[in-house]
């Protein structure tokens, strides 16, 4: 029987299997790595990551983590970030130096803004090459890309020597899961290939990063006893619920509370709950707002949230940053910004809402008969909260009209579509009309099944990066997400002007024949702010794209594509077939580019500022 191939390695590569043992500082690395089962490593080779590159042509031999190699750096960055978002596990990201750290930058902010763990590896050139001007120098006498990822990582260091980097890789690793961000080494071209003596590392790093489940006992007490007391309770998701969504869904229904998210919790639930009002804050619907303003509203409970701009409804001073808040939190810069609430929580989510369960039980507060969905009179589901201009999701006509299409794709899309949208008016059209059903969080855990209410996967079906907000995110974050989610249909929802920034990263989900459906909304003109200019009383300059065919330029690269000009072109595609191939597909959508998007508030906070 011959030998098996990994997926990602070549038949040359599978001949060098027999080739002697080496183990060097990109070892070491990669074999830290392993323990923690990272898959992969996005980035771009280059001269002085070689070593690092080398060392993973030998782990990929032996079936262990592989490269993925991204077209942009930053791109590489997203892969990462949307690699992590949905597995639990470190995302890895490298470029070579001088530029490549560059352009890392912008990728490693958003996952420190989005406060996903990474690992970000970058090189230098030689030591001895430090202060001579040598190509691409990074060092701190020349372009310091060290000192460049101060500010957007937890932990930032140079390795001098072979000696530092285990325990300073440790220290990385440990850094960004326990601050819930990036943490960069940089290891100097010689230093990377230096011969290291140990065939493994010294630290069992699993074990390191185990946290036993914690809660600050004396406020959960404090919060049980105003939950009890309360005669009406809103709870607040935001996105570090994760899989602790259910069993706060679960305490709200036990108290007969309301539910709402923050636009990035909005995939963590399903939008069909009857408990369940919509989306507050950013492009968020009308009915989470009278929920929270509702005078016989006591207490709001806010959970996982940043409490930013768009999490927070501009820093709404009126229903949720007051007397009445509870904030309930695992990380503390967090609630740092939430000083006038009642009360702070801390802990682990999923520690304290079991322990809120068991103890409302203990009351005789227990979740009712579930309500099953509103349906209409053709038996389908029927959300529970208002859409703006909901005639608009109804309106066949042309150009294609963006509440059409995102109210249509979650009907045409299996269940199981993970939908990530990119900056602009994609964020905005998504997150007010694009509802997924998950059947998932409508079941009711708990009741002999063993998860208590856990949710199965991680990151949510509907996923965005609100906080830093870079334009092409979605893009590249597509590819990590298909990689970590196989088996699930992943669409990318992205704008034209995204798509000529990025779109370049369609070709890596092609080369590694990912089930990836890139949705561009296509209406020649960058859209949030050609509307945002109209709204705010600005003057009409910069928003103007060219006329791009982006099927065209999909065939071109070798992707499959179709061109939507009508509502009846996205009806007589076969969506199941396209889900079911091994490769993106590129749908070239025109819209109308007279609709405005739900993005009021945005402009509100612009005014204000």
């Keep these: 029987m011959s030998a098996q191939i990994h997926p990602f390695q070549s038949p040359s590569e599978s001949a060098a299997a027999s080739a002697p043992v080496v183990f060097e500082g990109g070892d070491l690395i990669l074999s830290h790595l392993e323990q923690l089962g990272v898959e992969y490593v996005f980035g771009i080779p280059g001269g002085a990551i070689e070593p690092l590159y080398n060392a993973l ?17 930053t791109g590489a960055a997203f892969m990462a970030e949307g690699y992590a978002r949905n ?59 060290v000192g460049m990822f101060r500010h957007c990582t937890h932990y930032n260091t140079m390795v001098s020597h072979i000696d530092q980097l285990e325990h300073k890789l440790a220290s990385a690793i440990m850094t960004a899961f326990n601050s819930s961000g990036p943490a960069h080494i940089s290891v100097p071209l010689d230093v990377m290939r230096t011969a290291v003596a140990s065939a493994g590392p010294s630290y069992n790093l699993a074990s390191l990063l185990a946290r036993p489940a914690w809660k600050d006992e004396t406020a959960l007490d404090a919060f ?6 309360s005669r009406k309770a809103v709870f607040v998701l935001g996105s570090g619920c994760q899989e602790a969504a259910g069993l706060i869904l679960r305490t709200a229904m036990t108290l007969n509370a309301v539910v709402v998210t923050t636009p990035d919790g909005k995939g963590l639930i399903s939008p069909f709950h009857p408990s369940y009002r919509g989306v507050f804050s950013f492009a968020g619907h009308e009915s989470s707002e009278r929920a929270l303003r509702d005078p016989e509203v006591d207490l709001v409970v806010t ?8 999490s927070s409804n501009n820093w709404d001073r009126e229903t949720l940053l007051t007397s009445q808040l509870v904030h309930v939190d695992a990380n503390e810069s967090n609630l740092t910004r939430s000083p006038m609430a009642r009360l702070h929580v801390r802990g682990s989510i999923d520690a304290i809402f079991e322990t809120l369960i068991a103890e409302l039980g203990k009351h005789d507060r227990h979740v009712g008969v579930i309500e099953p969905p509103a349906t209409d009179e053709n038996g389908g589901s029927v959300l529970p909260f208002e859409i703006s201009n ?49 059947r998932r969080v409508l079941d009711r855990r708990g009741s002999g099944r063993g998860d208590r209410g856990r949710r199965s996967a991680r990151g949510g079906l509907f996923q965005a990066g609100f906080e830093f907000a870079p334009m092409g995110w979605a893009i590249g974050n597509a590819v990590g997400t298909a990689l970590a989610r196989p088996g699930d249909p992943v669409v990318c929802i992205t704008g034209d002007g995204s798509m000529l920034m990025s779109g370049q990263e369609i070709t890596v989900a092609q080369q590694l024949g990912l089930p990836v459906i890139y949705i561009v909304l296509n209406d020649s003109r960058l859209g949030m702010v050609a509307h945002g200019q109209q709204l705010g009383g600005g003057e009409a300059i910069g928003a103007d794209l ?31 077939g396209i889900c079911q191939q091994h490769s993106p597909t590129l749908l070239d959508v025109r819209i109308d580019p007279r609709e405005i998007p739900p993005i009021e508030r945005r402009i509100e906070a612009l005014r204000d500022m």
């Design 224 to 229: 049980i006893d105003l939950l009890l007391g």
């Design 57 to 73: 042509a030998r782990s990929r031999r032996r079936g262990g983590i592989g490269p993925v190699v991204a077209r942009h750096e």
């Design 303 to 310: 959970v996982g949230n940043m409490m930013s701009e768009w």
């Design 546 to 576: 060219p006329s791009v065919d982006f099927r065209r330029l999909a065939e071109a690269m070798g992707v499959r594509a179709y061109l939507i000009q009508t509502p009846q072109d996205l009806m007589n595609l076969n969506i199941p």
């Design 390 to 438: 909901f005639t608009k999701c109804l309106d066949t006509s042309c150009p294609i009209k963006p509440q059409w299409l995102m109210t249509k794709l979650t009907q045409l899309f299996p269940p199981n579509t993970r939908y990530l949208a990119d900056a602009g008016n994609s964020f905005a059209w998504s997150t007010h009309y694009l509802n997924p059903f998950d």
């Design 87 to 145: 597995t639990g596990k470190l995302g890895v990201c490298c470029s070579t130096t001088g530029p490549g750290a560059t352009n890392l930058i912008t990728g490693v902010a958003s996952a420190f803004e989005n406060q996903i763990p990474m690992l970000v590896i970058t090189p230098q050139t030689a030591l001895s090459h430090f202060g001579r001007k040598a190509l691409q120098e990074s060092s701190d006498t020349a372009v310091d890309t």
